[in-house]
């Protein structure tokens, strides 16, 4: 005796519905049910070499990202699209040959799957670089070429920007820039947390109604925040048209960690021109030389709120801006609300700023990037005692 698969009634094995599927025999009690099966083989089969022509993404994944950590939720999804998965001691194992078709990890409930999901929305993806001469950005200088068009063409009163402390070196403290001097002299990124939100806050007092504020996705919530929330103060009383231009953001570290770090390798914060992180180093620019260290050396300095942030790209933001993905020298550029894309295009246009596609593999490593950021949540309980 049989049971068929979809209705569950037990069938003779003399039934003339049967089909056969991964070398199994399935028999049914009629035309119907055999139908639906066929039906539904024909679709996964459709499905699975969807996935696999993207990407090939085995059980191994699914167990490293969700099983592995204790974040699975025993919902049942993985084993029931998969006949090599079964659910053994309260945990999906893998009890046959894994074909790496990504169909289980693409069902799981904990998995990001969608380019959205990763990275919010947005509407056009570009890599771009200065083309004012003479202007050394962070990677292309391109958030600081956009400030520069907005002021110059009158479309921002003033912009929220980050420069290093004169008394403090590397000492990040937020200001009001009313002037292309005082713009050029916030280029570069200060790996610290920023009280942006004081700037902010304060321009309005002053009169200023059109500004550009430039911070990571925590500043740029904090802003949406206050414009979306009921009681929110830019959305109560003290209301301004602010771009928001977000920057891509993995980790911050205290200042005074820094400090103690870069004198213990007799180096000194003056004497830094520029810190990078990149490929798992930090790096110290001197006028002479760059000196790289491993970023797990900085694990006791890292920001504690960083490690429960999951947005790396500032999702909430008209633009973000980030070094993965495009070649050294050139930014990411992500324009996602309408204003944000307009003004993009109008600073290419008028010949502040190189621009091109960012093309399809440049775009993966953003995503994969994101990824690593959104699921490194997941992995709390060994990053705790960091
Ligand atoms: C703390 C931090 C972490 C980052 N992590 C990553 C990362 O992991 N991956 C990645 O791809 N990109 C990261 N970035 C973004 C990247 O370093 C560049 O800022 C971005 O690519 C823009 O480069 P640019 O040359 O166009 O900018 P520039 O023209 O050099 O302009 C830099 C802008 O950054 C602002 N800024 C600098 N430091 C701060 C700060 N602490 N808080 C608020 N604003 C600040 C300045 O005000 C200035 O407007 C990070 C940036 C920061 C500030
Ligand atoms: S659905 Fe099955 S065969 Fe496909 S990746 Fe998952 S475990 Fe492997
Ligand atoms: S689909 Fe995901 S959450 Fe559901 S049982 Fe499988 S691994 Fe667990
Ligand atoms: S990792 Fe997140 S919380 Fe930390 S500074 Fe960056 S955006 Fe802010």
């Known amino acids: 005796m049989s049971i068929d698969p979809i209705c569950k009634k037990i069938v003779p094995p003399t039934t003339p519905f049967i089909s056969d599927y991964g070398g199994k025999k399935y028999h049914f009690c009629g ?13 996964v089969i459709r499905l699975k070499r969807n996935l696999e022509e993207k990407e090939r993404i085995s ?11 204790g974040i699975c939720t025993l919902c049942g999804a993985c084993a029931s699209t998969c006949e090599f998965i079964s659910i053994v001691n309260d945990q ?148 301004a048209n602010i771009l928001k231009m977000g920057l891509f953001c993995m980790d911050t570290f205290s200042h005074d960690g820094i400090k103690e770090f870069v004198e213990r390798k007799d180096m000194k914060l003056e004497d830094i021109e520029f ?17 790289s260290f491993a970023l797990h050396e900085f694990d006791a300095y890292r920001s504690s709120s960083c490690k429960f942030c999951t947005d790396l790209t500032a999702e909430n933001s008209d633009l973000s801006f980030g070094g993965v993905g495009s070649p050294q020298g050139w930014t990411t550029v ?27 593999n440049e775009m993966e490593r953003v995503l994969n990037l994101a990824r690593m950021k959104k699921v490194q949540m997941y992995a709390l309980n060994r990053r705790k005692n960091v």
């Open 92 to 239: 999906p194992k893998l009890i046959g040959p894994c074909t790496s078709c990504g169909i289980c990890y693409n069902q799981c409930p904990r998995t990001i799957t969608t380019e959205e999901g990763l990275i919010g929305r947005l509407r056009f993806g570009y890599s771009a670089k200065t083309a004012i001469s003479d202007l050394k950005g962070q990677d292309g200088g391109v958030v600081t070429s956009m400030l520069a068009y907005a002021l110059e063409e009158g479309l921002i009163d003033c912009a929220i920007v980050t420069v290093k402390s004169e008394d403090d070196p590397w000492r990040p403290i937020p200001i009001i820039a009313k002037t292309y001097d005082d713009i050029i002299q916030s280029t570069g990124s200060i790996y610290t947390h920023s009280m942006t939100m004081e700037a902010l806050m304060s321009s309005i007092q002053q009169g200023m109604r059109s500004i550009a504020f430039v911070g990571p996705s925590c500043n740029i919530d904090a802003v949406h925040k206050m414009q979306k929330s009921p009681y929110g103060f830019l959305h109560m009383f003290m209301r």
């Open 275 to 291: 810190m990078k992180i990149r490929k798992g180093q930090f790096e110290f620019e001197t006028k002479y030389d760059i000196k």
């Open 59 to 69: 059980f191994g994944k699914l167990r490293k990202e969700i099983i592995k950590p």
């Open 31 to 43: 035309p119907e049910c055999k139908k639906k099966f066929d039906e539904l083989e024909k679709n």
């Open 334 to 360: 992500l324009a996602r609300s309408g204003i944000g894309y307009e003004i993009f295009n109008e600073a290419v246009d008028s010949g502040y700023i190189k621009s091109k596609t960012l093309e399809e």
